[in-house]
């Protein structure tokens, strides 16, 4: 009865958002497992490589401005148009030098990978990060119903190359130039019916669109965060990428997949309730804050204890279901990220307390410091127990980040 009374008090806009966000992002997960079970485990491993190493790249291409927006919009919406035209204008100047140094660099690391899947995953991921903007800038204003709509657009422009890729029998470079294509006219689209309808004032966004050089300071510990996070997250594929074969990164990937999908369900949370929680902090109103945090704590531990206990309890059993037999002996991976999965849903709510009260530059440090000691520890753990070794190295780290995460944001209320 507690739980039932819990869940009637919730707002329904956040249901409608999370059911619409989580569905259309399931889809977009569902993708990458059925490539996974389509491509080869070497084509299927050069290519999370590459998705990994220019997401890297776009860290350094985009330092922050997602997250930071997402802050600044929420303190003041009047400024939402002249920011996002100097975003907008920073990540253009970045994103030339950051293609140039790309195309120069990665044959050192990756020489058995073609120039055409890097240049096409590095167009996929720079039209993400408008697909991205747009959805800050609409989560900002509480138009969760259009951001509903854009991502359900969004998760069409992966599921309708796939269904083209299965069918027709396409490489992987045709289904990626799909995607593209796809997505670039969704972008289009968006962008006109939010103008049309007076969400975005394109107007205002031309007028911002200049070089501010404050934005890059100002934005410097979401960069921080930012990065360290990605590194925390993804440097376990880049180390076996380069210390293993492509075979050893597909063992691992599919696992991440699997826990990367559960991840939106407390990242769709996070989205929700961080300009909410940002406003409050903002009014000093913590009656309102306090609310919010036990709804989305509560939230959190109901769906995120079964889903991690599922996992682990049954990992051949998910593993022989998604992929069939051909990940199967990824079922320890599986098994231990799922501990990762669970302290990592609760570090959501209390890295959304850090950022909301302002301490974006104390979360940065605490990433820092876990990010580092994780990639010391895969030094040693990768060459002996290989994609077992970096999960183990992952899950310790997580205890750590979930501890000191924990300790610093009961300060903050």
Known sequence: MAIKTKFKKLDKNLIFYMVSNIGSKFLIGLTGI??????????????????????????????????????????????IEKLTGELIYLFLALCIIGFVVTIIIYPYLYPYITYSLVILIFLKLFLDWFMNLITTILQSKNLFNNVSLLQILRSLTLVLPLILLYHYGYGLNVFLINVIVLALIMVVLITLKEVIGKNINLKNVKKGFSFNRSVIPSSK?????????????????????????????????????????????????????????????????????????????????????????????????????????KYIDSYIILMILSGV???????????????????????????????VLNILLNIFA?????????AITTFITEILLYGLYYYFSKKRI
């Open 221 to 325: 510990y979401f960069f921080i965060s930012a990065l360290m996070s990605y590194i925390y997250m993804q440097s376990d594929i880049l180390m076996l990428s380069v210390m293993t074969t492509p075979l050893e990164v597909g063992r691992y990937a599919v696992v991440t997949t699997i826990i990367t999908g559960a991840y939106l369900i407390p990242a769709s949370l996070y989205n929700y309730y961080l300009p909410k929680m940002t406003q409050n902090f903002c009014e000093r109103d913590f009656k309102k804050l306090l609310k919010i945090k036990f709804q989305f704590r509560n939230m959190i531990l109901i769906l995120m204890t079964s889903i991690s206990l599922l996992l682990f309890g049954f990992p051949k059993t998910v593993l022989k279901m998604i992929y069939g037999l």
């Open 341 to 371: 999965l669970f302290l990592h849903s609760i570090c959501y709510l209390t890295g959304a307390i850090l950022t909301a009260s302002g301490s974006q530059k104390l979360r940065s440090n605490i990433q820092i410091f876990v990010a």
């Open 34 to 79: 059925l490539l996974a079970r389509y491509l080869t485990k070497y084509d299927f491993g050069n290519y999370t490589t590459v998705t990994t190493f220019l997401g890297l790249v776009f860290i350094f291409l985009s330092p922050g401005f997602i997250e930071y927006g997402l802050f600044e919009f929420s303190k003041n919406n009047n400024k």
């Open 382 to 390: 990768i060459p002996k127990y290989g994609a077992e070794g970096a």
